[in-house]
């Protein structure tokens, strides 16, 4: 599982990186005030409309039903891939068509934003642009899970690298052609068409990469329509939990973005877009890390349950849950300490000030509180999805959404505008921390146990090989903004390669030194590959 995860990891930190030049170009190019935070809600919603329809069935439906044909159909499921990828298709241009029409209600829904306002109109705009990408990125993930289930998990980890890159260039177009910059009065249906045009060609692009991967593996795409054998009704029996508790959590989702516009409006800078790039940094070490493990483990779960091996389903999940924890704990710390140092080199440019970089930073450092908690909560969901049990995480989910609902509107009304967003932050940390012991009490009775007291203490250990990590962190933001007078980019750098770069070296040398055999391992290969 290791080997597997690396190879989805090296793929996800490329496509991470590149992301993070896509976001410093944004950031650089239309800001994060009124334009920012117009095209980051159209950019928002395909997403949100994946997650309900698509992406959330994938991993708790889509994937066990896929290996189950593998196994038991005559073919070895080759009928049935090609039916699934062809309903894909044509439920997803059907889609795609009518949220093109349905752009204006969509934006409604998802924003406080007063119909007729200039940051109404151009996210209006740059939505039908953006969502005919539904289609494609649709097509695509279904390609990404027949190749999973094939152990293939190189080309969906790279085809996001292709993306970033096209829409870096969308956006370095904007900023050398467009005289607009982020003055969301000035801007032409021209540059608006380039902006989500550019982002949709992104996906376009992302979906040829996964489609050519398919066919290299000997897939042969025939369109089916015999609708007869696509097992629909048991799809659909396992699928509406599924579809329900993405609703569920596309309603918290539908709040939190009403509730950052709303405090945009009243503090410009500190709506919508720091919320979504703190977020996207937030996701980081999950999408590099834990997606990984999680795509490498669940198939290998599904088949132990398919089975009847309830202790590998065991040890799988506990393996899982150490090796992503060995270095999600480091980071989570250095996320607290270090956020403003993180966000000023990326975002605090162009259109963007140091000042709006800090705030993103704040956010960030909020979010690092849940990483941990987020993290073994999508851990705990796949647990339930390898028995095909999909309503079980649709209460677990509806009452983390709840609680997230109910704390992000108090915080709402107890913090200042300026606040606001690291609020809606923090209202999410507590959530899925209170969501994981719950969902892990639910699984643990489900397998049996799960080991509960020995992961209790490799993470205690880990815990406390992190804490010099955090020492030396805190030592060097200490020293930068108090003798040295302030967070700039190079000063920020200066902070980043002291807590960052040593911290977690020293985090290596201590956990080594403390016999964690998750770092080991992960030493151990790098070692093996290095003297290579």
Same mark, same amino acid.
């Given at each position: 599982?290791?080997?597997?995860?690396?190879?989805?990891?090296?793929?996800?930190?490329?496509?991470r990186v590149t992301g993070f030049?896509?976001?410093?170009v944004l950031a650089y190019a239309?800001? !994060?005030?009124?334009?920012?935070?117009?095209?980051?809600?159209?950019?928002?919603?395909?997403?949100?409309?994946?997650?309900?329809?698509?992406?959330?069935?994938?991993?708790?439906?889509?994937?066990?039903?896929?290996?189950?044909?593998?196994?038991?159909?005559?073919?070895?499921?080759? @009928?049935?891939?090609?039916?699934?990828?062809?309903?894909?298709?044509?439920?997803?241009?059907?889609?795609?068509?009518?949220?093109? =029409?349905?752009?204006?209600?969509?934006?409604?829904?998802?924003?406080?934003?007063?119909?007729?306002?200039?940051?109404?109109?151009?996210?209006?705009?740059?939505?039908?642009?953006?969502?005919?990408?539904?289609?494609?990125?649709?097509?695509?993930?279904?390609?990404?899970?027949?190749?999973?289930?094939?152990?293939?998990?190189?080309?969906?980890?790279?085809?996001?690298?292709?993306?970033?890159?096209?829409?870096?260039?969308?956006?370095?177009?904007?900023?050398?052609?467009?005289?607009?910059?982020?003055?969301?009065? @000035?801007?032409?249906?021209?540059?608006?068409?380039?902006?989500?045009?550019?982002?949709?060609?992104?996906?376009?692009?992302?979906?040829?990469?996964?489609?050519?991967?398919?066919?290299?593996?000997? =897939?042969?795409?025939?369109?089916?329509?015999?609708?007869?054998?696509?097992?629909?009704?048991?799809?659909?029996?396992?699928?509406?939990?599924?579809?329900?508790?993405?609703?569920?959590?596309?309603?918290?989702?539908?709040?939190?973005?009403?509730?950052?516009?709303?405090?945009?409006?009243?503090?410009?800078?500190?709506?919508?877009?720091?919320?979504?790039?703190?977020?996207?940094? =937030?996701?980081?070490?999950?999408?590099?890390?834990?997606?990984?493990?999680? !795509?490498?483990?669940?198939?290998?779960?599904?088949?132990?349950?398919?089975?009847?091996?309830?202790?590998?389903?065991?040890?799988?999940?506990?393996?899982?849950?150490?090796?992503?924890?060995?270095?999600?704990?480091?980071?989570s710390l250095l996320l607290m300490?270090?956020?403003?140092?993180?966000?000023?080199?990326?975002?605090?440019?162009?259109?963007?000030?140091?000042?709006?970089?800090?705030?993103?930073?704040?956010?960030?450092?909020?979010?690092?509180?849940?990483?941990?908690?987020?993290?073994?909560?999508?851990?705990?969901?796949?647990?339930?999805?390898?028995?095909?049990?999909?309503?079980?995480?649709?209460?677990?989910?509806?009452?983390? !959404?709840?609680?997230?609902?109910?704390?992000?509107?108090?915080?709402?009304?107890?913090?200042?505008?300026?606040?606001?967003?690291?609020?809606?932050?923090?209202?999410?940390?507590?959530?899925?921390?209170?969501?994981?012991?719950?969902?892990?009490?639910?699984?643990?009775?489900?397998?049996?146990?799960?080991?509960?007291?020995?992961?209790?203490?490799?993470?205690?250990?880990?815990?406390?090989?992190?804490?010099? !990590?955090?020492?030396?962190?805190?030592?060097?933001?200490?020293?930068?903004?108090?003798?040295?007078?302030?967070?700039? =980019?190079?000063?920020?750098?200066?902070?980043?390669?002291?807590?960052?770069?040593?911290?977690?070296?020293?985090?290596?040398?201590?956990?080594?030194?403390?016999?964690?055999?998750?770092?080991?391992?992960?030493?151990?290969?790098?070692?093996?590959?290095?003297?290579?």
């Amino acid at each position: 599982m290791l080997r597997a995860s690396a190879i989805m990891a090296a793929g996800t930190m490329v496509s991470r990186v590149t992301g993070f030049a896509r976001t410093m170009v944004l950031a650089y190019a239309i800001g !994060t005030k009124a334009l920012g935070d117009s095209y980051n809600a159209a950019y928002a919603i395909p997403y949100s409309i994946l997650d309900l329809l698509l992406l959330g069935v994938l991993s708790s439906v889509v994937v066990p039903m896929i290996v189950r044909a593998q196994q038991h159909d005559h073919d070895g499921g080759r @009928a049935y891939e090609q039916r699934l990828l062809t309903i894909s298709a044509v439920a997803l241009i059907v889609v795609a068509v009518l949220a093109v =029409f349905a752009a204006p209600l969509l934006i409604d829904l998802y924003t406080d934003w007063t119909p007729g306002s200039n940051k109404y109109e151009v996210a209006v705009m740059l939505a039908r642009f953006i969502l005919p990408q539904l289609a494609f990125f649709g097509v695509g993930a279904v390609a990404g899970a027949i190749l999973n289930t094939r152990d293939r998990y190189g080309a969906p980890m790279w085809a996001p690298v292709v993306n970033n890159l096209v829409v870096i260039a969308v956006f370095v177009a904007y900023a050398v052609f467009s005289g607009a910059g982020d003055d969301i009065g @000035a801007v032409s249906t021209g540059d608006l068409a380039l902006l989500g045009l550019g982002t949709t060609a992104g996906i376009v692009a992302q979906a040829a990469i996964l489609i050519v991967a398919l066919r290299r593996v000997g =897939f042969s795409f025939v369109p089916r329509f015999d609708l007869r054998n696509a097992r629909l009704g048991e799809m659909g029996r396992a699928g509406v939990w599924t579809i329900g508790y993405v609703i569920v959590t596309q309603l918290g989702f539908m709040l939190t973005t009403n509730l950052a516009s709303a405090a945009g409006d009243a503090v410009e800078g500190h709506g919508i877009s720091p919320y979504t790039l703190a977020f996207q940094l =937030f996701q980081l070490p999950y999408g590099v890390i834990g997606v990984s493990v999680i !795509t490498a483990m669940l198939p290998r779960m599904s088949r132990a349950v398919g089975e009847g091996r309830l202790n590998d389903v065991r040890t799988e999940f506990g393996s899982s849950v150490r090796l992503i924890c060995s270095l999600m704990v480091p980071v989570s710390l250095l996320l607290m300490v270090l956020g403003p140092a993180i966000t000023v080199p990326i975002y605090g440019h162009g259109a963007n000030s140091v000042a709006d970089a800090v705030y993103i930073g704040n956010v960030l450092q909020v979010y690092g509180l849940a990483l941990v908690p987020f993290a073994v909560f999508q851990l705990l969901l796949r647990v339930f999805y390898s028995f095909g049990d999909t309503r079980t995480p649709v209460f677990v989910g509806a009452g983390t !959404t709840a609680v997230n609902a109910v704390l992000m509107v108090l915080f709402n009304a107890m913090l200042p505008p300026r606040y606001a967003v690291m609020g809606l932050a923090l209202a999410y940390a507590v959530a899925y921390a209170l969501g994981a012991m719950l969902a892990w009490w639910l699984a643990s009775r489900r397998v049996e146990g799960l080991g509960g007291w020995t992961i209790g203490m490799a993470l205690t250990r880990m815990y406390l090989a992190a804490l010099p !990590t955090a020492v030396l962190a805190l030592a060097a933001v200490w020293v930068v903004t108090e003798v040295v007078n302030g967070l700039g =980019f190079v000063n920020s750098l200066i902070v980043l390669a002291t807590g960052g770069g040593l911290g977690l070296l020293l985090y290596l040398g201590v956990a080594h030194r403390m016999r964690i055999p998750e770092v080991n391992s992960i030493v151990g290969m790098v070692a093996g590959r290095v003297g290579r």
